[in-house]
């Protein structure tokens, strides 16, 4: 066989390959059901994760917090995008930067129209999903606002630290 010819055949078979895993892998991850079990996200602002027992601390116990540790997924490495609240949960809740998803500060900035957050992403997989804020400037934006129909969420205002219920479609 000429070296050109080889050549070639190396190539389409790479190709092929390459094909065959990219539209398996396709057919795999659009076939795979979504986990069974709840999805809990706790995003505690101004607590340093070395403070909390699942990473080492010991002077404190958090008998919850290291449950849900020990029993789920614990990130060793999570960094924020933004060192304000408003922010950096729109980048958490949107994947999407700062820039790109609208949210640069703390004045009340609303995410952008059409940007999907992860709690619509869970609701279109069949789950349920509430907020629970105790922060005013999350309140006051589309981030914590659930669509028409949805379950109403339990939001702890920042002056009674009482849980109140209330509807909060948009």
């Known amino acids: 066989m000429s070296r050109p010819i080889r050549f070639t055949f190396i190539l389409f078979l790479a190709g092929l390959c390459t094909t065959l895993a990219a539209v398996g892998g396709w057919r795999y ?20 994760a070395d403070h ?20 789920g997924v614990l990130f060793e490495r999570a960094y924020s995008h933004s060192p304000q609240t408003l922010p950096a949960h ?18 009340g900035a609303v995410v952008r129209s ?23 400037s999350t309140n006051r934006t589309r981030l914590t606002r659930l669509p028409s129909g949805s379950p109403s969420t339990r939001r702890t205002t920042a002056k009674s630290r009482t849980p109140t219920r209330s509807s909060a479609a948009s």
């Open 52 to 71: 909390l027992p699942p990473y080492g601390y010991t002077r404190l116990r958090t008998p919850a917090i290291d449950a849900l540790a020990a029993d």
């Open 29 to 48: 991850a659009r076939a795979s059901a979504p986990l069974s079990g709840p999805i809990i996200m706790i995003s505690i602002d101004t607590l340093r």
């Open 114 to 136: 059409g940007e999907r957050l992860l709690p619509q992403m869970l609701r279109d997989r069949g789950y349920a999903t509430a907020p629970s804020c105790s922060c005013t």
């Open 90 to 107: 729109a980048a958490l809740l949107s994947g999407r930067l700062p820039f790109e998803n609208g949210v640069r500060d703390d004045d």
